[in-house]
């Protein structure tokens, strides 16, 4: 193969440049909408060795540099002494930008291993465990925010999961507190797309870590899930961004939970309400449709 040529390396460099710039509007926005970190923030930014991570730090410290608020940042990572999890990896990293980190060592693995029989999946009881020891590091380091690398791909894989399989409407919350009410996790990356984060960590170098170690494999549900927006990205374009801004987009009064709106109340007023049904109209979802109106909702 022949080596790029200027313009082609010229081309690849603002790419790069773009994408970077995407990142950083994306994640300060998320930042910003949702209240994230606040001046006097101390964040404690948790790394596994994945791109995702990895993408986290990098744009957060990039947002640090030039941010109003002064916020500090901690990056820790939790060895969970799988066989052949390369240790060196990350502290190397780490040395190497110069800033605050805890590498903390337990053995997670062993107690996974024990505790669920082969072949059964290892992730929820893996990541349960693992939740308790960075909430336990967040107190000992005065964190307060516990920034998480989930992406926009993550979330929109939850809510199918918790719509197809969990009977639930629910994603996964920018911004939580956590479950022992000590701390508050938050996800930057919200708006950020999976193949954006693919491509920054190439574009970066990130030394990543394999996250098949543990010899887990994804559960089957979630494969189906991803196998169905990766359809969607590919044959309706636009389709997956739709959903997603339906999710900042919710009118409790058109579904039906009675816990988040009070049907019994409903009464007739003699005024109009801005988010009264126009019950005889029909929905107009052509024009606001991003995705080919061959597969939008069929009106008759
Ligand atoms: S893939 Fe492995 S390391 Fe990751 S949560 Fe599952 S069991 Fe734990």
């Known amino acids: 193969m022949n080596a790029p040529d200027h313009k082609q390396l010229e081309k690849q460099r603002l790419e790069a440049n773009k994408l970077e710039k995407r990142l950083c509007r994306l994640a300060g926005q998320a930042i910003a909408d949702f209240n994230m970190i606040e001046s006097g923030d101390r964040v404690m930014v948790c790394l596994s060795g994945g791109k995702d991570s990895y993408g986290l730090l990098d744009v957060l410290l990039k947002l640090r540099a030039r941010a109003p608020v002064d916020?500090?940042?901690?990056?820790v990572n939790l060895d969970q002494k799988h066989p052949g999890y390369p240790a060196h990896v990350l502290p190397e990293y780490l040395k190497s930008l110069g800033i605050p980190f805890r590498i903390v060592e337990q053995d997670t693995y062993s107690v996974v291993k024990r505790l669920i029989p082969e072949g059964k999946t290892m992730c929820s009881l893996c990541s349960r465990l693992r939740r308790g020891v960075l909430y336990r590091l967040a107190g000992e380091l005065g964190a307060t925010r516990i920034a998480l690398g989930h992406h926009r791909d993550d979330i929109l894989e939850t809510f199918f999961l918790n719509l197809f399989f969990g009977g639930k409407l629910k994603a996964m919350p920018p911004k939580l507190g956590s479950d022992d009410g000590r701390h508050v996790v938050i996800r930057p990356l919200a708006y950020v797309k999976e193949s954006d984060l693919a491509r920054y960590a190439e574009v970066r170098a990130f030394p990543?870590?394999?996250?098949?170690?543990?010899?887990?494999?994804?559960?089957?549900?979630?494969?189906?899930?991803?196998?169905?927006?990766?359809?969607?990205?590919?044959?309706?374009?636009?389709?997956v961004e739709t959903v997603f801004n339906s999710l900042q987009r919710v009118v409790p009064s058109h579904l039906l939970d009675r816990q988040l709106f009070d049907f019994p109340a409903v009464a007739a007023g003699g005024g109009a309400t801005a988010e009264g049904d126009k019950v005889f109209d029909i929905e107009d979802f052509y024009s606001t449709a991003t995705f080919p109106l061959r597969d939008a909702v069929e009106l008759k």
């Open 208 to 239: 990543i870590i394999p996250c098949d170690l543990c010899g887990s494999q994804d559960h089957l549900q979630r494969k189906q899930v991803k196998q169905l927006l990766r359809l969607w990205e590919k044959e309706f374009p636009g389709r």
């Open 71 to 75: 916020f500090e940042i901690v990056a």
